[in-house]
């Protein structure tokens, strides 16, 4: 039986060898418009890695469509040769190669754009929160004209494709929904006036790039914002788009970038929002693109086996690993490295103004300066600690040809990553600690699992060097009543170690202290098949299925002492988690301390006041400090070593990953 991953498809006279979509992304890598090198080997190394179509953007199609630094530009023909150097290196890699092409509206920023004011349907502030200008009939004219004169743009340069983007509350968002389009004259009003522009952007689009030439729309499945368009609304868009827009594929996007239902992170289920792209698919005869959270090839085939879509959009997954196609399709689908939707290295990145890179691939981002060559002199290795620092640092060393041997004092790999995976929506992290796992084993590293390394043992094994990667223990606050019996450790709760009572404290509201919280709000909650049980059945009503499925049997209560909680978030995941803790009903109490903890519960202060808050159970999750117990006798003992990961300083997942990737690769 064939698999349909491997299946090739047609858009329009377009043959495209396998079902493998990769979305455009904002990259961060482009300079004033122009196409890098660093963009360039980017993208090369995903085509090589044999995705069947690569999609690349956005590309702003005016000199205020943009608003965002470091965008590709496709408004002038001065950027063609770069846009061709692009497209030729992609399809010299064997796969096909289009290119998305936008206008930001009201998502611009100003200050990327010489000072010039956004522009919008009406005067609507989008994610920049500046008032946009609207615009005249005149400048909709020319801002649809612009739009085809990108896509010839995109023609001569030799892309195969080009992409139109109608979603995420751009510019053509803005025209379709209500919430941004207050215009009285052709361009506003009903659904079917709203719709105007966007179907005239498309017959412009058409026009500019000729009948047999693949043109492509990005739209959203659900708008997911209040008083937003629904699924139903987009499905009549979509028929109108191929009806009259001549669009020969539509790629499924979800929500837009303000919606608060989580899209990217991994709390959203593995290929969920394909449901939005079967519904389209339902409407028209073109193919039809899934997209977000599908990060394996299990996923991917079944959403094709089951109808859902024609093609799988697979954005963050090729970041993580560039090769997952060929792995695929050679049979070595155990060893990809899976995205695990983190968004520490991506939509963070992006947020602090850095180019995008990615916590499960160290080289992302990195094609050219982080290639790793083989060293003329190998050297023995040995690296203390098999958390994710550990193991990256072993992995590079290996790569670079050195002997590496591994040593992790527990029977498992992965460190602290089995943590990060025990809360609600976090299970990604135990699949990346069995990715990297995976990858220590076919690179022939020698490992020894539940080994406490000691003196005794680097003299038996004469490295040349050492790379100590011991982590973290948990940190203790200097209170009273720590030793009471109803006192615990927030990584005792997560793994598991340790019953709590039915009233819980928890002390510290940093990422750890909201994970337990979270981890502790789910007992007692209805699970997801239950919860379909129960809805099939018509047992319960929608109000009481809700009720069940956010309340738990704890009244959790979680303090900290500074103003605000889960500071050491990133951007795309703090707004979730939040939202989670006042979904669940727990009691967040900031700029509150700990004074003691005593039989019946906790003393704190809150301002100027005192109060026991009760408690069965104390959860102490304050933060880590650094384990590197070691360093004092390597160094005595004259041995070249590095510290790295939290054994230097206690960070995120992501910083250990590169710390141990780039510790690893510099030996010589």
Known sequence: MNDPIFEPININSLKINNRIYMPAMHLGMSNAYEVTDQLIDFYAERAAGGAGMIVIGFAAVNDVAGGMPNLIGAHDDMFIP????????VKEKGARCAIQINHAGANAFSLAMDGKQPVAPSDVPGISKETPRPLTLEEIKQTIEDFGAAAR???QAGFDAVEVLSASGY???????????????????SLEQRMRFGLEVLQSVRRSVGADYPVIVRINGNEFMPGGLNRKDLQRYAERLVKEGGVDAINVNVGWHQARVPQITSAVPRGMYAYLARGIRECVDVPVIASHRINSPEVARALLDDHLCDMVAMGR?????PYLPLKAASNREDEIVHCIACAQGCFDALSRLTHVNCLCNPKAGYEKSRRIEKTASPKKVMVI??????????????????EVVLYEKEKRLGGQLHLAGRPPGREEFLEFARDLSTQVQIKSIKLNLGYIVDKDTIVKEQPDTIILATGAQPAKPRIPGLSSPNVVDAWDVLEGKVRTGRKVVVIGGGAVGVETALFLAEKGTLSADALKFLMVNEAESDDDLYYLAIKGSKEIVLIEMLPKIGQDFGIATRWGMLKGLTRHGVDVRTDTIALGIEESGVRIKEGEKEAILEADTVVIAVGSISDNSLEGAIA?????????????????????VHDGFNAGRDIL
């Open 385 to 402: 600690g098999g958390g994710p620092a550990g193991m990256n640092a072993a992995l590079a060393a290996r790569e670079r040809g050195h």
């Open 171 to 189: 510019l053509i968002s803005e025209f379709l929904s209500a919430i941004t389009n207050k215009r009285d004259d052709e361009y506003g009003g």
């Open 317 to 321: 997954s090729l970041i993580a690993d």
């Open 153 to 155: 743009r995109v023609k």
């Open 82 to 89: 770069g846009l061709a150097r692009l497209a030729k290196a």
């Open 636 to 656: 005595d003992m004259g041995i070249d070593y590095k510290v790295i990961g939290d054994a230097k300083k206690v960070a995120q997942a992501y910083e250990a």
